[in-house]
């Protein structure tokens, strides 16, 4: 049934005013609402197009902060490459660029007064380099189609199910000459404050905090979940364009800003100059008041006004020949530490964090400060009542640099690293580099009160134990308001016993809570690489875990298994088998596999593999060479070797004219610039995760 024309006439008022309060927020930095009053406009409509399903529609305001997972990522050539920028920390070499290279590029000539009609240099317009994540906005007859990442420059990550969860980003654009096909380019990034707010989150819970901004905004747009996006409020200023079809949009960079202000993107505001001292001049007023931003700069770009200008200077293979980035120097301050605590996160690790006596940096008053590892703290020979040296370049979480040796205080004791978790009092393991230095401690017990909470919510999820209804909101509800035990992983498993105290949980009715059940019960099915990989046991995620369940046929050969047999397993070394090893035979470890049991998981083993078994000729990676390149956040190399080789892949050091593929980490090296010359198709981790088995 169609809805009243009351009800439709009163959703399209509120989209307007919905899209309204963003423009004066992201736009015009001028609200005109509270964010209670947002709120409830937005859960007005949500309400009205649920009521009214015909109402819905994809551009609505309210598909932001909704919207189903995906699988993977697919990656999208752009129309035009997304070049980097040159960057230099020295103001002579931004002086030398203005008045020496940009004309003998451009060939003027002195003798006929230039080509500038007198000057020997273009306007240049100077803005805020921004610290976070570039991307291009694709909008076909007004309306967003797709959102890249930069990628390698010449492909990016399609991320437009998240960068609609943006509100600063139009989701259509209306106007006057709108072109045809109009791409925008600009920077995704977490505002200050909202970085701020989630590190105070994660630091209640116990969980390691995000050390910058922009590492940050670039995980959570990499989300196959929306939803956790949208919670993160991500922002965008627009600062380029990419295809423009028709042309003539725009004839300079300071124009094209103007326009896309116009439609309704938010952008940083450009100082024009003429000259490389009133370049520098703006350069050094924006320092000054660069702590008064809502989110992270480190420099100021500074480009060639003119777009025709620009197209004769070109560009090189990896930047454009008519802009520049100047990078201020870290700001550095001393103060007194007065405290060392140790926090511990959901994987265990034993954080170092000072405690410092308050002192302003970059803007802000700054108390704690990250002192990376016990291994550091020990290294530097930091003490308690210290002189200590804090930078925060381009980072909002600051760091201790260096002790300042002539200030130390006589009697100054030695610090300790903690030899027991400082919360459940278990043993602990020590990490090393390969050059014997510490570069973490763990609690080894995956049921330390500390990580429990995290450990339970990471064990349910969609990537492990999958259990559909027992998400973090419900878990928190249950351990908050009953007396239902969940604080092992076993308990979940016990759930059905109370049901009745289940269904007096606020806003858990009776479909809600059978659901839940049903998904508990399905879970106990699990394979035993599944629940080994859900348990959050250090070194043994997904990969290790299928890799052992792949060795070892049942739970109980597996932890009759000794150090040696498995350092046979290719992917598991000394100190990986060590430590796995230590787990299963712990009381902590036994004592989670009895519970388990007791609670009915089987422990099925399907992906057993005998070692004569051949490997699967329907595989997606049958037969094809493949090389790694980088580093990878879920695998190991020999880990991710030993699964390829056992889908029918074959696994080389070197790219060739006979590779196939080559997957590609972070800050890969050579090896991926010879697969791009040699046209070599690449993957990154996200569509690799989405390919295999």
């Known amino acids: 049934m169609p809805a ?130 570039a991307l291009s906005l694709r909008y076909e007859g007004g309306r967003l189609v797709h959102a890249l990442t930069r990628g390698d420059g010449e492909k990016g990550d399609d991320v437009t199910h998240n960068v609609r969860t943006i509100r600063a980003v139009p989701l259509s654009i209306e106007g006057k000459g709108v072109p045809r096909v109009l791409e925008v380019r600009g920077e995704a990034y977490i505002p200050n404050d909202e970085f701020a707010r989630i590190n105070a989150e994660r630091e209640e819970a116990g969980e390691e905090l995000f050390m910058n901004p922009r590492n940050t905004c670039a995980g959570t747009l990499k989300q196959l979940d929306p939803s956790i996006t949208a919670s993160r409020r991500l922002g965008f200023v627009a600062h380029g364009r990419g295809q423009i079809e028709p042309g003539g949009f725009a004839s300079s960079y300071s124009e094209l800003l103007d326009e896309l202000r116009s439609l309704g993107f938010p952008i940083s505001g450009t100082t024009r100059c003429e000259s490389a001292d009133e370049v520098l001049g703006a350069i050094e007023a924006f320092h000054a008041r660069m702590g008064e931003l809502p989110y992270m700069a480190d420099g100021m770009v500074v480009r060639v006004d003119d777009f025709e200008t620009q197209a004769r200077l070109g560009s090189t293979s990896r930047s454009p020949r008519w802009c520049i980035a100047y990078k201020y120097p870290a700001e550095r301050k001393t103060t007194t530490l007065e405290a060392i605590e140790a926090q511990v996160g959901k994987t265990g690790k034993i954080t170092p964090r ?24 020990l290294k530097k020979d930091i003490r308690v009542g210290d002189t200590v040296v804090v930078e925060k370049a381009g980072e909002i979480i600051p760091q201790v640099i260096e002790v300042v040796g002539e200030k130390r205080k006589k009697g100054a004791r030695k610090t300790k690293a903690p030899e027991h978790c ?54 928190d509800q249950i351990r908050d308001e009953s007396d239902i035990p969940l604080g092992h992983f076993a308990d979940i498993f016990r759930l059905h016993d109370h049901r009745d105290a289940l269904l007096e949980l606020e806003r858990m009715g009776q479909k809600k809570v059978e659901n839940l059940l049903a998904g508990v019960e399905e879970a106990k099915s699990r394979s ?41 397993v290719e992917g598991f070394g000394p100190i990986r088998a060590e430590v796995v090893h230590r787990y299963l035979h712990s009381e902590a470890g036994k004592s989670t596999f009895g519970a388990l049991r007791g609670a009915g998981l089987a422990f099925d083993n399907p992906d057993y593999r005998a070692q004569d078994q051949e490997p699967d000729a329907d595989s997606a990676f049958a ?71």
């Open 354 to 377: 000072a405690v410092m006596e308050p002192v302003l940096l970059a803007g802000t008053t700054v108390r704690h400060a990250t002192l990376h590892n016990w291994g550091q703290v």
């Open 528 to 568: 035993m690489a599944r629940i080994l990989g859900s348990l959050g046991i250090r070194h043994l995620g997904a990969s290790n875990a299928k890799l052992l369940a792949r060795r070892f046929e049942t739970l109980d050969d597996l932890l009759k298994a000794a150090t040696e047999d498995l350092e046979g």
């Open 623 to 693: 037969g094809k060479t493949i090389v790694l390149t980088g580093t990878l956040e879920n695998y190991d190399r020999p880990a991710l070797k030993e699964i390829l080789e056992s889908l029918g892949a074959k696994v080389t050091s070197a790219v060739s004219k006979r590779t196939d593929l080559v997957i590609v980490g972070a800050e890969p090296g050579s090896k991926y610039e010879k697969a791009r010359e040699l046209g070599v198709e690449t993957w990154d981790e996200a569509r690799l995760l989405g390919e295999l088995p």
């Open 4 to 133: 009243p024309k009351s009800a439709a006439k009163r959703a399209l008022a509120l989209r307007a005013e919905i899209r309204d309060a963003d423009h004066r927020y992201y736009v015009l930095a001028s609200p005109t609402i509270s964010d209670r009053e947002y709120d409830e406009k937005l859960a007005e409509l949500q309400s009205l197009e649920q009521e009214h399903p015909d109402l819905d529609d994809p551009e609505s305001p309210t598909h932001r902060v909704a919207g189903e997972p995906i699988e993977g990522f697919r990656t999208v050539a752009h129309s035009v490459p997304m070049l980097s920028i040159d960057n230099t920390y020295h103001p002579d070499d931004v002086r030398k660029w203005i008045d020496e290279r940009i004309p003998r590029m451009l060939g003027t000539d002195d003798e006929d007064g230039g080509l500038f009609g007198g000057a020997t240099t273009p306007v240049f317009a100077c803005d805020p380099k921004i610290d976070g994540v």
């Open 422 to 475: 400082p919360v459940c009092e278990s043993e602990i393991e020590i990490e090393e580099d390969a050059a014997g230095s510490e570069t973490a401690r763990r609690c080894i017990n995956p049921e330390c009160p500390a990580q429990i909470r995290e450990k339970l919510i990471w064990f349910t999820g969609r990537g492990q134990m999958d259990i559909d209804g027992l998400g973090e909101k419900t878990i």
